[in-house]
C-alpha cells in the first residue's frame, strides 16, 4: 500500500502564483480525478509532482510514502515508483521505447530480459500496432499515438502511483475505451494508484473515479463523487467560477506555453 501526499502545495512560475495551496492524498488503488478550466494549474500540479524544471515550489510538500519526492531528482522520483503520462509526450529523436524500457529495468536494478515481450503484449492489450514501438520514442507518431505510447509505457513499467495528465486528449473512441479500461484494470490487479486530469466524463467510463477534485486559479474549490464529473459536464465550470482568488494570471484561457500544435 502506498500514498502520496500533497500537502498546501504553493507553486511559482517566475513572479506569477500558479498552485495556491493544494491538498491531495492518493493510495494504492484509488482513481483521482482531476478537472478544471484551462491554466488552472492541472499540468503545473502534474510537472511540479514528477520534477520538471522551470517551477518554483514556494511552500508545502509532496511525499511518496513518507519519501521527500521534492528532494528527488525525476528519475528517483521514478524509481521510488511515480509515473507521469505527459499531456504533450516530449519525442526523442534517435531513441526507441524499447531502451528507454530497458534502461529504466537496468536503472531499477531489474532484469530488462523480456521486456521486448512485455512491450508488445502491452501494445496487444491496447491495440497499438507494435510497429509503432520500433520508432524513435513520439517522433512522427500523431497525438493520440503518443498517448497510447504512454500507456504502454505505463503498463510495461508498472509504478505505484500513475499520473495521467489529459490522457484522453487526442484518443479516438476506440484507443480511449482500450487505455482506460487498461489503465482501470492496472488500479485493480496492480493496486496502481492514479492521479487522472481530464476535461471529460468520457475517461471515466472504463476508468472508475472515487474522488472528483476541481481544481480552479491554483486552489482545489470542491471535491466529491464521480457524480461531480456528470454536473460539470452537464454544467461547466460557472458554478465555480468566482472561487478561488481572481489572479488574472490563472484565467480561464491561459496559454499553455507547452501547447504542441500537433495535438
Ligand atoms: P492547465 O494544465 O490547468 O491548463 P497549466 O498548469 O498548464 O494549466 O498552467 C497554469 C498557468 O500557468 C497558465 O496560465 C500558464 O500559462 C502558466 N504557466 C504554466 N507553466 C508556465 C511556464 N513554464 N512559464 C510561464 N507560465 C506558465
Ligand atoms: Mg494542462
Redesign the pocket.
Known sequence: MSTLTVSGLCVN??E?E?LKGVDLEVSSGEVHVIM????????????VIMGRP??EVVAGSVTLDGVDLLALETWERAQAGMFLAM?YPTEVPGVSVESVMVESFTAAGLSPVGVDQLLRAEADRIGFDSRFLERALNVDLSGGEKKRNETVQLGVLRPKIAIL??LDSGLDIDALRACSSRVEAMTNENQLGVLA?THYNRLLHELRADHIHI?VK?SIVESGGPELATELERDGYARFATAGSDDA???VD?????LDPLL
Open positions: 512560475v517566475g506569477t500558479i478544471g478550466p484551462n491554466g488552472a494549474g492541472k499540468s503545473t500540479l502534474s510537472n522551470g517551477y499531456q495528465d489529459e486530469i481544481l491554483g494570471s490563472a484565467s491561459g496559454i499553455d506555453p507547452f
